[in-house]
């Protein structure tokens, strides 16, 4: 018998859109080699190194910090859903799309949610955080690093603070600025964030990088109720990737985790500084030549991500027809602009591994030849 269905034989694309972004060969090379055991002990060694390099990527000492099982919006149910009971005031900074999600997962959880909101580009002052935690009195105040549906950057040491003050927890989404941007956990005091593999760090998407501080791993311990997802309750997958007890908990996606292991060495060969420079530098020189171009950024200018460029859509111009040329004429993927964006802005990624000069140049030369 044969299969009539073909062989799987994916285009040759060029990502840059909001994530998943270019993997490198080297990454692919560790995704097909050999599926070992989830228990073997060149497996749990390397969770180990999986550990210590997220550690270093993150900039935390925190010991509860692993890889989920499941891509970003995993991370962030298992940030939400391990910190939150039934009840628990939590508040939500919703200035995009993930935000919301955040708020609708918390809601999914029985929390007593509450957000505030900012229109899509813009950012949230300390004061306005502040005065919504002084009233709301949250446990937990959930916050987005880098909208990738908008392609604005969050400050967040000065809201940590405001946060602490007021004797919440402070949950981040770093599932975009993770690799391409400074993100410091211990310095800025964050108590648990989540990322993603497919956008800075470059590796397919399928694993959530989670870290969680002392105070967070205590109010886990303090809880009164059981975590409302056996998949994924920490107080149990942190037995199977601690060094001690490796209690089988799920069997770990065996070489999505080698894929990350790879992905995290070239972070850390390339040094955390190297690899934002880069990012700056990219996003400067795309920058430079769509403005050239006339195109306008639709984040001021403090406030844009290097990894995320949002631009306003040219009057007159087909977004779906100058998407799908860029798709197949040049093989560039860039992103549609999402919710009250759609069809008005796009938004072009510089994420990792296709963070690149030669990209810049060919996307901006693909772009003027469609605009023409
Ligand atoms: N948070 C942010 C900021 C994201 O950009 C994304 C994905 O684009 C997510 C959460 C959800 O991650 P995933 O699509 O990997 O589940």
Known sequence: MSSSFPHVQPPRR?????????VAPQVLAALAAPT?????????????????????????????????????????????????EPGDKVLVCVNGVFGGRMADVAARYGADVKTIERPFGEVFSTEEIQ????????????????????????????????????????????????????VEIDKWNVDAAYSGTQKCLSCPPGLAPVTFSDRAVAAMEARSTKV??????????????????????????????????????????????NRFARHQRNHQALRSGLEAMGLKYTVAEEYRLPML????????????????????????EIGRGLG????????????????????????LAALESCLQ
């Open 228 to 273: 409302a997802s056996w998949y994924l309750d920490m107080t149990m997958v942190r037995n199977y990737w601690s060094d001690q007890s490796r209690a089988y908990h799920h069997t770990a996606p065996i070489n999505m985790n080698y894929g990350l292991h790879q992905a995290l060495r070239d972070l850390l060969e390339e040094g955390l500084e």
């Open 309 to 332: 460029n949002a631009v306003t859509i040219p009057d007159g111009v087909d977004d779906k027809a100058v998407r799908g040329q860029l798709l197949n004429d040049f093989g560039i």
């Open 131 to 182: 005065k919504a935690v002084e009233e709301f009195q949250p446990k937990v105040v959930g916050i987005v690093h880098a909208e990738t549906s908008t392609g604005a950057l969050q400050p967040i040491p000065e809201i940590s603070k405001v946060v602490h003050d007021a004797g919440a927890l402070l949950l981040m989404d770093c599932v975009t600025s993770l690799g391409g941007l400074p």
């Open 36 to 84: 070992v055991g989830h228990l073997d002990p060149y497996f749990l060694n390397l969770m180990d190194e999986v550990q210590q390099m997220l550690r270093t990527a993150f900039q935390t000492k925190n010991k509860l910090t692993l890889a989920v099982s499941g891509t970003g919006s995993a991370g962030m149910e298992a940030c939400v859903v391990n910190l939150v």
């Open 340 to 363: 009250p964006m759609a069809g008005k802005t796009w938004r072009i990624g510089l994420m990792g591994e296709a963070c690149t000069q030669r990209n810049v140049l060919l996307f």
């Open 14 to 22: 060029v990502l840059m859109g909001p994530g998943p972004s270019d």
